[in-house]
């Protein structure tokens, strides 16, 4: 089992940033595929950003240059930095981990709880 916890979400104005973090326990490995995934309401939950050993994260469209997603090992923790936010980025943050290197939530069998994430103009 793998339990992850969100933390960073918050209210902020259009155009500022926000860091979230991803803390990972239990049954925890370094070659496991760490993905952020976002749902704002009356929407499925969308891709936002891969972490995987071994490769370059992958971002989704909508977020490449703007977020950023990393590592830190020793802490088993994914950090998801969120710069330029806009009102589009208004979701609950899920940190998810999964064995496949996929967009695919479905695929991801491990979820935290998430983390609220408003953004006002």
């Known amino acids: 089992q793998v339990q992850l916890v969100e933390s960073g979400g918050g209210s902020v104005q259009a155009g500022d940033s926000l860091r979230l973090s991803c803390a990972a326990s239990g049954r925890t490995s370094s070659t496991l595929t760490m993905g952020w995934f976002r749902q704002a309401p009356g929407k499925e939950r969308e891709f936002v950003a891969i972490?995987?050993?071994?490769?370059?994260?992958i971002y989704a469209e909508s977020v490449k240059g703007r977020f950023t997603v990393s590592r830190d090992n020793a802490k088993n923790t994914v950090y998801l930095q969120m710069n330029g936010l806009t009102p589009e980025d208004t979701a609950v943050y899920y940190c998810a981990a999964g064995r496949f290197l996929t967009r695919d939530p479905g695929n991801y069998g491990y979820w935290g709880q998430g983390t609220q994430v408003t953004v006002s103009s």
């Open positions: 972490y995987y050993s071994g490769g370059s994260p």
